[in-house]
């Protein structure tokens, strides 16, 4: 029942609902199974005392207003009780909904994720532009508030599933979906896209870690810094090679000449847990063989292989594995 | 409940109506019957027949047919997944085999299937020569026919549809689907439906318009009620894949902008039109299933139906409120 992937391992309010509705509705099917099973077995044994019918047809012509009438209560009784069954089930998915209603707050934080083929983009909004934060494939929270998400999509129809901390929500092409999230018990969950999105939409996956909140204010207090320029000659390079070779053109960094919107951002880079959307850890032996050849580790995907020599490869991602 | 249960059976049986015309068919109508319906020998024959023991058998069979390739495929897809990263199919290659999948199975296997359970017997079971237009009947057979040959035939020809059995817009539209697979999709299923919508129409007509004299509704055989349900189930549920297809369609091939939201569409009407079948749908494919269960344990229990009007009642029911929960 646990995982950092896993309904019933709930981490948050809308999780802990879920899981509770998930529950309940396991133990009224198992009810419903055990009174089936044991009607089932009832008339089995009925059947057996029931000895070999002399006439057949008049056996089954018979009239008998008493046993009809007993028969009929029992039809009553049991369509009573299936919707007995129906209305709770629904009123308890009400519920599981208010549940999840009730963490709107005024004055909330709110935070960005878009969808796009086949990773997440997600920015930390803030009312003065310079403070927004890009970053893309991790979602950081913090435990104990309310968080607004504005879901997007740039393109086709992904769905955002952390099921640890909540059920899923499309993100759709022209809609904002708004999801309120409270996380409240800090660790790292992943979230993976939950609707059919295209040729790598088993790999596209986040990770969602869940700080206290001082820790979270810090976390997002560094987030806003751009990066400085690199002090060693070697990584020096790779910021030239970045600037110079396409990489600008799809990815930025905040601080340097990398504006390019169509890839994730990379500023503060290193601090991130993995590459690809979740494919990889983020080492540079990784990074190497990711920036070798992407389409090997994600066909299909967006970025293209660019043709680096192998002094520009190694100061590329010299430079990005310091990107902190 | 009350007609089959408070009389002996001797007593139901002389009180049942006289037919309308008594007068028993001379040879001369038999012969008639033979030239407008008989199916002639020979391979032109084989092809042209009409009956609805055999166009629902052909139903049966080829709906199998399918079911074992939807089948097949499955299990290719289990392999895949038996190991993480596993390189027996390509992802493009995976994507088709489960879009393939769930197309058979839910448009090839489990609607024709009832379908042609509900063509063989509703008219044994009513008592009635045949299905209200037998031509159209075979027309429906060969229209479903010619539609998953199609499908297989782009299958084969690497042409396979490859967003899912649902087809969400718009990773299935022109910009994010180019090539011809989605429009194989758009395409077949319109095709297809057409199939279902006939075969609708047709069980409605049978069962209203020709059960034996003094087969009321309130007598029928509930596998019978659990068709008409079914039936008029796909009259209104059919519609809007078709109608919904036909959209995609134009907004891949005549430049229309019906799911494009950058043009003022919506990808959300797809799934307004896609749900509005597909989640009736799930109890068009059960509605048979019901139906055969009621046959089957009246038969074997020895007993009238017990609760007939409330299994009846039940059933409608559930096809109605198939459309909204």
Same mark, same amino acid.
């Given at each position: 029942?646990?995982?950092?992937?896993?309904?019933?391992?709930?981490?948050?309010?809308?999780?802990?609902?879920?899981?509770?509705?998930?529950?309940?509705?396991?133990?009224?099917?198992?009810?419903?199974?055990?009174?089936?099973?044991?009607?089932?077995?009832?008339?089995?044994?009925?059947?057996?005392?029931?000895?070999?019918?002399?006439?057949?047809?008049?056996?089954?012509?018979?009239?008998?207003?008493?046993?009809?009438?007993?028969?009929?209560?029992?039809?009553?009784?049991?369509?009573?009780?299936?919707?007995?069954?129906?209305?709770?089930?629904?009123?308890?998915?009400?519920?599981?909904?208010?549940?999840?209603?009730?963490?709107?707050?005024?004055?909330?934080?709110?935070?960005?994720?878009?969808?796009?083929?086949?990773?997440?983009?997600?920015?930390?909004?803030?009312?003065?532009?310079?403070?927004?934060?890009?970053?893309?494939?991790?979602?950081?929270?913090?435990?104990?508030?309310?968080?607004?998400?504005?879901?997007?999509?740039?393109?086709?129809?992904?769905?955002?599933?952390?099921?640890?901390?909540?059920?899923?929500?499309?993100?759709?092409?022209?809609?904002?979906?708004?999801?309120?999230?409270?996380?409240?018990?800090?660790?790292?969950?992943?979230?993976?896209?939950?609707?059919?999105?295209?040729?790598?939409?088993?790999?596209?996956?986040?990770?969602?870690?869940?700080?206290?909140?001082?820790?979270?204010?810090?976390?997002?207090?560094?987030?806003?810094?751009?990066?400085?320029?690199?002090?060693?000659?070697?990584?020096?390079?790779?910021?030239?090679?970045?600037?110079?070779?396409?990489?600008?053109?799809?990815?930025?960094?905040?601080?340097?000449?990398?504006?390019?919107?169509?890839?994730?951002?990379?500023?503060?880079?290193?601090?991130?847990?993995?590459?690809?959307?979740?494919?990889?850890?983020?080492?540079?032996?990784?990074?190497?063989?990711?920036?070798?050849?992407?389409?090997?580790?994600?066909?299909?995907?967006?970025?293209?292989?660019?043709?680096?020599?192998?002094?520009?490869?190694?100061?590329?991602?010299?430079?990005?594995?310091?990107?902190? | 409940?009350?007609?089959?249960?408070?009389?002996?059976?001797?007593?139901?049986?002389?009180?049942?109506?006289?037919?309308?015309?008594?007068?028993?068919?001379?040879?001369?109508?038999?012969?008639?019957?033979?030239?407008?319906?008989?199916?002639?020998?020979?391979?032109?024959?084989?092809?042209?027949?009409?009956?609805?023991?055999?166009?629902?058998?052909?139903?049966?069979?080829?709906?199998?047919?399918?079911?074992?390739?939807?089948?097949?495929?499955?299990?290719?897809?289990?392999?895949?997944?038996?190991?993480?990263?596993?390189?027996?199919?390509?992802?493009?290659?995976?994507?088709?085999?489960?879009?393939?999948?769930?197309?058979?199975?839910?448009?090839?296997?489990?609607?024709?299937?009832?379908?042609?359970?509900?063509?063989?017997?509703?008219?044994?079971?009513?008592?009635?020569?045949?299905?209200?237009?037998?031509?159209?009947?075979?027309?429906?057979?060969?229209?479903?026919?010619?539609?998953?040959?199609?499908?297989?035939?782009?299958?084969?020809?690497?042409?396979?549809?490859?967003?899912?059995?649902?087809?969400?817009?718009?990773?299935?539209?022109?910009?994010?689907?180019?090539?011809?697979? /989605?429009?194989?999709?758009?395409?077949? /299923?319109?095709?297809?439906?057409?199939?279902?919508?006939?075969?609708?129409?047709?069980?409605?007509?049978?069962?209203?318009?020709?059960?034996?004299?003094?087969?009321?509704?309130?007598?029928?055989?509930?596998?019978?009620?659990?068709?008409?349900?079914?039936?008029?189930?796909?009259?209104?549920?059919?519609?809007?894949?078709?109608?919904?297809? /036909?959209?995609?369609?134009?907004?891949?091939?005549?430049?229309?902008?019906?799911?494009?939201?950058?043009?003022?569409?919506?990808?959300?009407?797809?799934?307004?039109?896609?749900?509005?079948?597909?989640?009736?749908?799930?109890?068009?494919?059960?509605?048979?299933?019901?139906?055969?269960?009621?046959?089957?344990?009246?038969?074997?229990?020895?007993?009238? /139906?017990?609760?007939?009007?409330?299994?009846?009642?039940?059933?409608?029911?559930?096809?109605?409120?198939?459309?909204?929960?």
């Amino acid at each position: 029942m646990t995982g950092w992937q896993s309904a019933l391992d709930p981490a948050g309010v809308g999780g802990s609902a879920v899981a509770a509705l998930w529950w309940a509705m396991l133990a009224m099917a198992t009810l419903v199974l055990v009174a089936v099973l044991a009607a089932l077995g009832w008339s089995l044994a009925r059947h057996l005392r029931i000895t070999a019918v002399a006439d057949p047809i008049a056996f089954a012509a018979r009239t008998d207003p008493a046993a009809d009438q007993q028969a009929t209560r029992w039809v009553g009784v049991a369509v009573i009780a299936t919707t007995a069954i129906l209305l709770v089930t629904f009123a308890l998915s009400l519920g599981t909904s208010r549940a999840a209603a009730r963490l709107a707050v005024d004055g909330a934080a709110e935070i960005e994720v878009t969808g796009v083929q086949w990773w997440w983009e997600v920015r930390y909004l803030d009312s003065l532009p310079a403070r927004i934060v890009r970053t893309a494939n991790e979602l950081h929270l913090p435990a104990g508030r309310s968080i607004r998400l504005r879901l997007r999509s740039r393109d086709v129809i992904h769905s955002f599933w952390a099921p640890n901390l909540h059920g899923k929500m499309d993100l759709i092409p022209g809609h904002d979906n708004y999801l309120w999230i409270k996380a409240e018990r800090p660790g790292t969950y992943r979230a993976q896209c939950a609707e059919f999105c295209g040729v790598q939409h088993t790999k596209m996956a986040m990770a969602v870690i869940v700080h206290a909140p001082e820790e979270y204010d810090a976390w997002l207090a560094a987030q806003r810094e751009p990066v400085r320029s690199p002090a060693d000659s070697v990584a020096l390079a790779g910021l030239r090679t970045f600037e110079a070779q396409p990489c600008a053109t799809c990815h930025s960094i905040r601080g340097t000449m990398a504006y390019g919107q169509a890839g994730p951002d990379l500023t503060h880079f290193a601090r991130r847990r993995t590459i690809a959307a979740g494919e990889r850890p983020n080492t540079p032996a990784e990074l190497t063989a990711w920036l070798l050849n992407p389409q090997g580790i994600k066909p299909g995907n967006h970025m293209p292989k660019v043709p680096l020599a192998a002094d520009e490869l190694n100061a590329l991602v010299a430079y990005l594995s310091g990107l902190r | 409940m009350a007609i089959t249960r408070d009389l002996p059976t001797s007593e139901r049986l002389r009180t049942a109506p006289e037919p309308h015309d008594p007068k028993p068919p001379s040879y001369d109508d038999h012969d008639e019957l033979d030239r407008t319906w008989g199916s002639g020998p020979g391979v032109r024959g084989w092809f042209s027949a009409v009956n609805h023991r055999v166009i629902g058998l052909r139903f049966i069979v080829t709906s199998f047919v399918f079911l074992l390739l939807g089948g097949a495929l499955a299990l290719v897809m289990r392999l895949q997944l038996m190991s993480p990263d596993a390189t027996l199919l390509s992802p493009e290659q995976y994507n088709q085999f489960f879009t393939m999948h769930g197309v058979t199975m839910m448009f090839l296997f489990a609607v024709p299937m009832g379908e042609g359970f509900a063509i063989y017997m509703t008219p044994l079971l009513i008592g009635t020569r045949d299905m209200s237009f037998p031509r159209l009947n075979a027309f429906g057979y060969y229209v479903f026919l010619i539609g998953g040959l199609s499908l297989y035939t782009a299958f084969f020809l690497g042409l396979a549809p490859d967003a899912g059995w649902f087809n969400y817009p718009t990773l299935s539209g022109r910009e994010y689907s180019p090539g011809a697979r /989605i429009d194989m999709y758009t395409t077949i /299923i319109t095709f297809v439906e057409l199939s279902a919508l006939v075969a609708a129409v047709e069980l409605v007509v049978t069962i209203l318009k020709q059960r034996a004299p003094g087969m009321a509704l309130h007598r029928m055989p509930l596998f019978v009620w659990a068709i008409l349900v079914m039936a008029m189930m796909i009259l209104f549920a059919m519609p809007g894949v078709i109608v919904a297809s /036909i959209m995609l369609a134009l907004d891949r091939m005549a430049d229309t902008l019906f799911y494009v939201p950058s043009g003022g569409g919506d990808p959300l009407l797809w799934q307004h039109l896609f749900w509005w079948f597909g989640h009736p749908e799930v109890y068009i494919i059960l509605m048979p299933g019901l139906g055969f269960i009621s046959s089957i344990v009246v038969a074997f229990a020895r007993r009238p /139906i017990f609760g007939y009007t409330a299994l009846t009642v039940s059933l409608v029911a559930t096809g109605i409120i198939s459309f909204g929960l």
